[in-house]
């Protein structure tokens, strides 16, 4: 269960645009004196935006997402724990900031993971504090869905890559190229599917 002192902070957190903004002014910065792996995790930064620029450019919401969306009862905030580095969140932002820009009575609000371990405790992945994390809060502070990190398509390829000894860049390229392939679509049917139970 969420603090007040935590929801105050949620109900303060990034606008969607306020968390683009940090992300271009962050890409914006030298490379110039970083470590080995700052530099690793602001190429994956970099590639991110790419990332969601194709979403937005390529992805039209299928009829069912919408009708969801539209649906959607009980969660008046949608949070997104995330930060920039992370692939699966530039894979899910975009739909489901889609989905926030047509309910006026709907709030996104974005967290960064890493500033905000309490709130991150609180949806744990298996013991981790994997990301990103989409939840619905309702006017009280309750959750009313939680999804996140991946579709359970990719996480069980990952999974087996994983238990069959594969290196982390394999496990890592496939599940870029999984993506490329338009894997925000099995995105899109998870959120969808979640949306709908969370109003049923």
């Not at 580095?85 to 932002?93: F, G, K, N, P």
Request: glycine content about 6%; proline content about 4%; overall charge negative.
């Amino acid at each position: 269960m969420l603090t007040q002192e935590q929801l105050h902070t949620i109900q303060n957190g990034l606008t969607f645009d306020e968390y683009m903004e940090q992300w271009l002014q962050k890409n914006a910065l030298p490379m110039r004196g970083l470590d080995a792996a700052a530099r690793r995790m602001r190429f994956y930064s970099k590639y991110n935006l790419e990332r969601q620029n194709r979403v937005d450019e390529l992805w039209t919401a299928s009829e069912s997402f919408k009708d969801a969306v539209m649906r959607s009862s009980g969660a008046t905030t949608w949070l997104f724990i995330t930060d920039d580095w992370c692939v699966d969140s530039a894979y899910s932002l975009p739909l489901i900031r889609w989905g926030s820009e047509q309910r006026p009575d709907i709030t996104l609000r974005i967290l960064l993971k890493d500033d905000h371990p309490d709130i991150m405790e609180q949806y744990l992945t298996n013991g981790k504090r994997s990301i990103p994390k989409f939840v619905g809060l309702d006017a009280e502070g309750k959750d009313t869905f939680v999804w996140g990190p991946q579709p359970e398509a990719i996480r069980l390829i990952r999974k087996e890559l994983m238990d069959s000894g594969a290196e982390g860049r394999i496990v890592s390229s496939t599940t870029v190229d999984w993506y490329a392939e338009e894997g925000w679509l099995e995105v899109q049917s998870e959120l969808t599917e979640v949306l709908q139970n969370a109003s049923a």
